[in-house]
């Protein structure tokens, strides 16, 4: 007896008329009035549940079939037909039927068969995965995080690792979670009353990472290409639908590439992703496309098929500045983009995502590399409808004189860069690159509103559930 | 004018007799009496360098390329030609060659050309990439992540990001970092003089996961087949070549599987990796055989052409209680096999890795199935030569009784399980997984010694730089 998944059958992996064991969950069962139940059944291996038609004649028809309810496992044996039935190509002839596990009080099953809220599925996102949406979803980061992977490999870039636990602060944004075995009861202090972190599990005080640029980067000085892709973390107190404090990154560097080279990069890489979903995950987003974001699958599409626009943070000022629209913040050059800024750049002026370049260098970290008009610095950030902030880059300071300007500026020490500084002494190159948050992308290929519910079990504050 | 990495040269895409242009980092320099230079350059694209020859009619002979060191970035354009040197099939004749950045005091540069202990270059990790021997290691480690996401990808696997943030003590082991952001100059107390962690940002004690097993589970109750890759942490104040306080792991978990099935998986898994190595990572392969281990390529091919030994547990505390050699720890049944006992068994005893299965329930964690007899759980271990444990699996624990039993005998709270134990209470079916570390497996691949040297910035105690 063959065993298959039910992608292998819809695939037409096992032959027509043979027999074939399923395995998997009770999606939906109908009894008609003639004694037959049709079954559905999905075990989560694509996105359609298989049909399978059960006979009263079964000898567990009447004590099991009939009682099987949602959620039910079962083990199915049958002979493998073409269905007459509509949308289903193929389906089971029932020969036996095996419950593996009941569901407990149907009734109070959390994901019984109907339409739960998205806030309650958070409440049981253990089982969660077992509803056709969060289902589709998980797929579909699936199919992007493996995308990501083979894009970059194909393009040259090796996988590197950069450290969770640091020392440092490396952006000199603050919002960072302490990591420490030290005892919180009674923490040891030093004779000047601070807390003694000699004594802790690293001898110093230490956090978990928000970026592995850096790190990134003393590989890209010895690789030319690398990306990481893991987890960042952000001990931000703010509980919005775009927020988290653990989420999924890709950090590309790339050495001897400049900010075009990047932004063609970046370009290429979200054709490949949003292609790579369309061809291997056409069902998840059919179904998206009906029931979150009618339009999902054109928003893809129109991003494969056009060029993404351009513009100097100095034009998308003026174009504030021009438009109609009434801002709460005056769009004024040097002040950062707000977020109704970048929704009025990306939702209403262009309609698209759209490339931001060349911001005023105070804005932007001393990592940035300055331009020839000593005001900006080489950064983009590409903004996407409905989401903003999907991709932020720069090409890197390279040149050392240029660099300790920058950290004196931003009042960061020297020493504390020592490694960094280090790139920039011995055989430095100019490189570029830049980040791209998972869940954010998620959202955008999705239509899905809130991260929370693109990443299996979400971390925002006060929630650290599973 | 095209610009090529190296390894485009190496790889036949760049036509001979064409204009090329190469950047990367000099590697050596060789002057002949003739004046002309032999230059070998290499852009981490590949294990070898590439060999330019400078003419003393370039324009910047004398000034720059007489000075040019280890470590010098340069941009090298010229007539790629066949080489007529042994080793090389290129070599590319300069037409014009630009310093990009020198190499400040040479004489100081911490991986000038010579052999540096690891312990050295350790202590420049942010370097260390620079090197034959690291560049090799990053490009093998790059490899075998690749190839892991191809392989379960291939064979219906779903990549899940479980959460590293975590309030729960999963296994129930120790030594777990907490995160927090409270102050630790002076933390809140409740009233009964206790940390009070209802401040915290997460409002309770949060740690970093040392496990996403059970987490994994719950994707796997419902999409069959998924796997985990990613950072897994250990507070274990343990200074050995074989632990890291941060590392990274391959967690997989497989529905409708038995313990042989996982067996079978690990195994195929494994000789699917060792050949993407061998067939990928030719050159590195060859120059670890060459300085580090003798036996990693031969190693690799007896894993691919042999079946793996399996024994029960109850088999290998036989084996050591009869053999000749004496234990400080004398092997008994219901005792835990020692690093002696596991290192006579695959190094002596098979000298080959080696299954051991089934072992004495007290000794394994509560979530691991009980087999038949009562006394002993469906577990299973690889052992490797050499490093000791790879792999560790089980077969999982799906019926409810039995798992409270177990939570009980372990001095477990049901109610911290509630969500696990809901996976049983709904649709339960058998499945099984096991966790694989990274780092473990490039030692096993490569024969370095040391997993500190095959992990870019290691962590361990009192070890947090860069």
Known sequence: MNTATVLDVFKGRVPTESEVTVQGWIRTRRDSKAGISFLTIYDGSCFDALQAVANNTLLNYHDEVLRLTAGCSVSISGQLINSIGKNQNYEIQVKTIKVLGWVEDPNSYPIAPKRH???????????????????AVTRIRHTLAQSIHRFMN????????????????????????????????????TPDGKCDFHQDFFGKETFLTVSGQLNAESYACALSKVYTFGPIFRAENSNTSRHLAEFWMVEVEFAFANLTDIID???SMLKYLFQSVLTECEKEMQFLSQTIDKQAIKRLERFINTDLIQIDYSEAIQLLKNCDQKFELSPLWGGDLSGEHERYLSEVCFKAPVVIKNYPKDLKAFYMRINEDGKTVAAMDILAPG?????????????????????????????????????RRYGTVSHSGFGLGLERLIIYVTGMKNVRDVIPFPRSPRTVNF
Chains 1, 2 share one sequence.
């Open 154 to 189: 194909e393009k040259g870039f090796f996988w590197v690792s950069t450290p969770l636990i640091t020392a440092s602060n490396s952006e000199g944004t603050g919002d960072m979670f302490r990591v420490s075995t030290l005892d919180l009861k009674t923490p040891p202090q």
């Open 117 to 135: 809220s998205l806030e309650h599925l958070r409440d049981v996102a253990h089982l969660r995965p077992r509803t056709n949406l969060i289902g």
């Open 387 to 423: 989401i903003g902030e999907i991709i932020g880059g720069s090409q890197r300071e390279e040149r050392l004189d240029y660099l300790d300007k920058r950290l004196e500026e931003k009042g960061l020490n020297q020493e504390d860069y020592w490694w960094y500084r280090d790139l």
């Open 265 to 267: 990069l970046s370009k």
